[in-house]
């Protein structure tokens, strides 16, 4: 198949000659800093496999970057119905009436519409109450921030997403609430026991992701909720990856397990499948409002903006009336593209979602394999270290229900050529680099 692209460019490419930057005679320690920071970010622009900040030119997963028409399969789009014609009327017609701001923070700039969203997501997801948040980050640290005191210990995942850490690490910064911060293995039934058992505060707040979002594989919630019964502990899952992608109506990974309804406090993002931004806590009637009433995240953070709220509502609505099918579709997108890169013989880590990485297990392999698709029309993001560990890297690889059956066999096709050509598939080193 021709690909357009020789491999050569990217193996053989050399920094440019340095033209001797102009430094300004006034350098503080800011700009020392700054500059030996970026000493990785330069090498990769000169280098030319810089991977990030990519400048798209119109929404969707089908897009253009530098004009050139790329399928975006690092996209958490993952029911491909951010561009739906509804949704966009939806937030429209939110912005003929409210615009795009409101000035202020949830406590003087709520409208009916947020307070209807958060009844519709309490509905969908089975919870007494919801309440929404700016970002999803900031809902995972409105929770933390609200729940933990000096009484607390937090028990996390040792894969935890940023927002969860974050939340943690400001917790134990507040003055006078500081909890104790233990970490358990990753996924680990066993760890998560002894973390609970050896703690040294009273209530312990247990804090999982449904799917993580680099290596897509799920907690077992059935087995947390035990441990955390038996330990008298509180299990609070981010399903921002599964909800609307996992279970057979979307409910998320507690749908999918049999669990729903006994997850005490559940967090999503309108990041993903929602097709915005936003997030929302979901909870018994008085942990959610005492979490109103204290989380800074919440209070001292702008409302989300109406056109948001009104596209997030339409996705929602759709989830309700046709959410069988879309995640149907997905499952069987998901399915398929798995085959492929199963039979194929690549190493998805520990996915068991439409969250696939392809493991490439070192940097350059994943910085060449994402330079080569991508000038081929296909963005698969690399994942290096340090985001994560040497021997982790991978290609950041989501399969969406809009992807078309062309997208996913052009990809795959892509992946298997330069999985060889840059010894993903074999294993082996990648050797020099320059002759
Ligand atoms: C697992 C998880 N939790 C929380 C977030 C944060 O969501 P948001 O992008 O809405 O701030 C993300 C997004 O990256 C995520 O992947």
Redesign the pocket.
């Known amino acids: 198949m021709s690909t357009g692209f020789e491999k050569d460019r990217v193996l053989q490419c050399r920094p440019p000659m340095r033209t001797a930057a102009k430094r300004s005679t006034l350098v503080s320690w800011i700009d020392e800093k700054a500059h030996a920071e970026l000493a990785i970010v330069r090498e990769a622009r000169e280098k030319q496999v810089y991977a990030y900040f990519r400048e798209f030119e119109t929404g969707g997963l089908h897009t253009t970057v530098g004009g050139q028409p790329i399928i975006n399969f690092s996209s958490n789009d993952y029911l491909g119905v951010t561009n739906h014609p509804r949704v966009k009327a939806a937030a429209m017609k939110a912005f003929d009436k409210y615009a795009c701001g409101l000035s202020s923070s949830r406590v003087q700039a709520t409208t009916r519409e947020h307070v209807e969203l958060e009844r519709g997501l309490a509905r969908f997801f089975g919870y007494e109450k919801c309440l929404t948040f700016t970002?999803?980050?900031?809902s995972?640290l409105g929770l933390i921030a609200a729940a933990a005191d000096k009484d607390t210990t937090l028990v996390l995942d040792s894969y935890s997403?940023a927002?969860i850490l974050d939340g943690s690490f400001l917790a134990a910064g507040t003055p006078g609430r500081a909890p104790e911060i233990r970490f358990f293995n990753h996924n680990s039934a066993r760890s998560l026991e002894r973390i609970l058992k050896t703690r040294e505060r009273k209530n312990a707040l247990v804090l999982v992701?449904g799917v993580y979002?680099l290596d897509g594989d799920v907690a077992n919630l059935p087995e947390f909720l035990e441990i955390c019964d038996r330990y008298d502990a509180v299990l609070a899952v981010?399903d921002?990856?599964g909800s609307g992608t996992l279970g057979a109506h979307g409910r998320g990974l507690a749908e999918q397990q049999g669990v729903e309804g006994k997850v005490p406090v559940l967090m999503t993002?309108?990041?993903k499948v929602f097709g915005g931004?936003?997030?929302a806590l979901l909870g018994k009637t008085e942990v959610i409002e005492m979490v109103q009433h204290n989380a800074r995240s919440f209070l001292f953070s702008a409302s989300l903006p109406v056109p948001i709220v009104a596209a997030v509502t339409t996705i929602l609505e759709m989830l309700e009336t046709e959410g069988k099918a879309l995640v149907r579709e997905l499952h069987q997108k998901r399915d398929y593209f798995r085959g492929k890169l199963v039979e194929a013989g690549f190493d998805l880590g520990a996915s068991s979602t439409h969250i696939m990485p392809v493991m490439c297990r070192d940097d350059r392999k994943a910085l060449f394999m994402h330079v080569a698709l991508f000038e081929c029309g296909v963005l698969m993001v690399p994942i290096i270290y340090p985001a994560v560990k040497q021997g982790e890297q991978r290609l950041r690889v989501n399969v969406t229900r809009g992807h078309t059956q062309e997208d996913m066999d052009k990809a795959l096709e892509l992946l298997k050529t330069y999985g060889e050509a840059f010894f993903v598939l074999s294993g082996e080193d990648i050797g020099p680099l320059e002759a």
């Open positions: 970002t999803g980050y900031q995972m997403h927002c992701e979002s981010d921002a990856h993002a309108f990041s931004i936003g997030g």
